[in-house]
């Protein structure tokens, strides 16, 4: 797949296979055996963390041509060339600045109660889920309707009188750019003579129309995506992309990436079995080690489960198994679950780091740096300046990491699956297939070691639950261990 010929290509690579060395090598055949300009290749990513990481890799195959490629995020690139097209997109001279999700709520509840919406029995955050979700479709206003036409249709001027834009429009303006003036896409894709595209099942309707515009007279393509892995249905991400790539680029070249570099054979086995009934699934294999047997703990409640993870990561510290904390992750499906773990870390003089919680408007900050200043994200910012603990995260933000020791945490029916996906009741698109894919994705980060643990109770407020096993936890190979 590196020594391909020109033209599209689809890659579906699984966990641990080795993708981005992949992509790098394959820009560095375009650089060196094609003799492409390395300012003609655009890369694009979800995360600032992958796209320097990439750039990184591009820099040591190619040098100071690795460092020419122009690799970016989705609304990076949305951004420059919104803030280079503003005049004529009806923002003004001068570039817009970004408004994060607080000032741009605030926005949308002037919109709304300027219009008289029932923000009682129809909650602003509902209001917001459901005009970013129109946007980032890519549905025609005129089609919807009325009450929400409406609201977003107001949204969108209130940004524009502002001369502001958002996260979805950082996407949506480019669209809009496109089609409502030609040049200017014609100048973009003969910018461009190759366009990459990593986590290919992770894209929205928005952002698969950017891509075919951008390629539509050169038709190469390439992107790499794994249906296994695909989490974000609440914001507009499908599978069904993956299978309308083979669609509108009939003449594509399929590759497949299954060799699990990463894992133990335990492990892999273990995530083969979790993703078996899964659509589109393709079952990874390894030559590694077979290493530890998969533990799972059964602890009384939340706080016997913080306290049990953290014995275990002071016994493999003091075992030599791990020789840093950064090597291991506690990996959970909702923030409010990390509380009791940072309580007994911090008690035991355990550091521990947390990602932020918008890594949009991290990457738009980092890769755009005139941007107006916008909220990092929380009270952790010494896993940004690689201050040495175990990692805290959610399974979404953990996408893309890999840690020696991971343990998954619980693993009960209401958090994984979560409560939305079962009662199937939340207009976010939430499906049980959802969530055995994340669960597919947790485990998946674990090199050498991975622990599962569920509680038995689990006190929600004044109420102490009782705690049913995860239905993901059936069939697995694990060795049990009850508190």
């Given amino acids: 797949m590196v020594l391909a010929p020109y033209g599209p290509l689809l890659i579906v690579a699984g966990p641990g296979s080795g993708k981005t060395m992949v992509l790098a090598a ?29 750039r990184h890799r591009l820099v040591g195959l190619l040098g100071v041509q690795g460092g020419a490629v122009d690799v970016s995020t989705f ?41 008289g919406v029932d923000l009682e029995h129809h909650p602003l955050d509902e209001w917001r889920a459901r005009v970013d979700g129109l946007r980032l479709r890519g549905n025609h ?30 996407l949506t303006l480019p669209l809009r750019l496109f089609s409502e003036h030609p040049h200017a896409l014609r100048l973009c ?22 891509l075919r515009s951008l390629v539509a007279r050169h038709h190469h393509l390439i992107a790499v995506g794994d249906p296994m892995q695909t989490l974000y249905g609440w914001r507009g991400a499908n599978v069904r992309f993956l ?42 294999w390894t030559t590694n080690p077979v290493g530890e047997a998969i533990r799972l703990h059964v602890a009384a409640d939340e706080q016997a489960e913080a306290a049990f993870v953290a014995a275990e990561i002071e016994r493999l510290l003091a075992q030599r198994i791990v020789d840093r904390l950064d090597e291991v992750a506690i990996l959970y499906r909702t923030n409010w679950q990390a509380l009791p773990f940072a309580v007994v870390l911090q008690e035991r003089g355990l550091p521990y780091r947390r ?23 929380g009270d952790d910012e010494g896993d940004e300046h690689e201050t040495e603990g175990v990692w805290l995260s959610t399974i979404h933000r953990a996408k893309g990491g890999e840690w020696r020791v991971v343990f998954v945490v619980g693993l009960e029916e209401g958090l994984l699956p979560h409560a939305r996906a079962i009662t199937n009741q939340s207009g976010e698109n ?9 669960a597919y994705v947790a485990v998946t980060r674990a090199r050498e070691r991975l622990y599962l643990t569920y509680c038995r109770t689990r006190r929600r407020g004044d109420r102490v639950e009782i705690r049913e096993p995860s239905r ?12």
């Fill in 189 to 210: 894709q003969d910018s461009y003579r190759v366009v990459l595209c990593d986590e290919f099942q992770d894209i929205c309707a928005g952002q698969y129309s950017l």
């Fill in 355 to 377: 990602p932020p919680r918008s890594g949009v408007e991290r990457d738009v900050v980092e890769l755009t740096p005139s941007t107006a200043e916008m909220p990092t994200g």
């Fill in 430 to 438: 939430a499906s049980i297939d959802e969530e055995q894919r994340i």
């Fill in 472 to 483: 993901f936890l059936r069939g697995l190979p694990l060795r049990r261990r009850a508190a």
């Fill in 75 to 115: 609304h990076a690139l949305g951004l420059r060339i919104v803030r280079q097209w503003s005049e004529v997109l009806g923002w003004g001279p001068g570039a817009p600045t970004v408004y994060g999700p607080g000032e741009a709520r605030t926005v949308l509840r002037e919109v709304a109660e300027s219009l």
């Fill in 243 to 284: 299978t309308a790539f083979q669609r509108d680029f009939p003449e594509a070249r399929i590759a497949s990436l299954h060799q699990n570099f990463r894992s133990t054979q335990r492990i892999v086995e273990c995530a083969t079995i979790l993703g078996a009934s899964l659509a589109l699934n393709e079952p990874c």
């Fill in 26 to 54: 394959r820009i560095a055949y375009l650089v060196i055996g094609q003799q492409m300009p390395p300012t003609s290749i655009l890369a694009l990513t979800f995360a600032s963390k992958a796209a320097g990481e990439l």
């Fill in 141 to 170: 206003m005129s089609q919807q309707p009325e009450p929400l036409q409406l609201v977003a249709e107001a949204y969108e001027e209130g940004l524009r009188r502002r001369g502001v834009v958002d996260f979805p429009a950082m």
